[in-house]
């Protein structure tokens, strides 16, 4: 058997014409644009790729995206001062934090001073509470993009079982709830499990596998059940390659559905922000 391919880039296109449709429509009506603000401080190659993506992606949607990029030295007390400032600017629909932050600065406390109404990466206590509940207005992009890759292929997820390799607050956490209100039974495989050294045994028994742990090919393909649904998350270089986590050649003669990497996971993270921002307008509206 050969996995069908989950490609983002694809499912992605189709989510952005409705976005970008919605966006024209609340244009008409509003007589202005859904805005995204970016925070920056200090500059880096890693978030200076993200931010070009965000950028383009927000053009050709019709959302607006500002960059504010603070100097390296600022405190934490004036990256929140300046959230605290675009909490209350009107004009400003969404609003994220470039990773990573410089030292002294507590990710956390910057991400909780973001007004929850504002925050389209999903990463307010109050948000991530409601992905817990279950009727969360966002959460955080990358599990929505892994989640919507899984139903994308269609599978009845009642009852099925799904193995989560990581357990970050950006992916495995928020996602292991998405899918336990989906009533999957879900586990949740970290540093320990790998230490123990039973993650082949966990993968084995994975109907839905999601891997985001950031190792290149740390799961092997021969590890894959058959006719199982993988979503490799990571993203690693070696050499002048992008590859995931996962095996990839041999573990798409096992399943029935595999992300490729890269153009799996990344493109439906960026539109899952996209969507969110274009959200949170029209609550504000
Ligand atoms: P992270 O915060 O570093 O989390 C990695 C997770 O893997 C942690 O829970 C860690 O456990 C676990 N882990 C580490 N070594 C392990 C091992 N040997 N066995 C089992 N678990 C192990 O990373 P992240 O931010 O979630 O990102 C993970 C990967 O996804 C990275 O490659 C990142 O680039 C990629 N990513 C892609 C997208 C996208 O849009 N495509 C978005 C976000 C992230 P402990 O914390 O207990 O050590």
Redesign the pocket.
Known sequence: MSAQLLKGRDIAAKIKEDIKAEVESLKQKTGKSPKLVSIQVGENAASAVYIKSQKKNAENLGIEYELKTLDAGTTEESLISEIKKLNQDKSASGIIVQLPLPKGIDLRLAMSNITPGKDVEGMHPENLGHVLLGDAKFSPC?AQ?AMTLIESTGVKLYGKEAVI????E???KPLSLLLLNKFVTTTV???A??ERGV?PEHVKKAEILVV????AE?VKGDWIKEGAIVID????RVGDKLVGDVEFEKAQERAAFITPVPGG??PL?VTMLMRNVVSAYKEQV
């Open positions: 990358t993009a390799i990581g357990h970050s950006i992916v495995g495989c970290h540093i499990t790998g993650l985001a742990v950031g190792r740390i998350v990571g993203i690693n996971v990344g993270t």
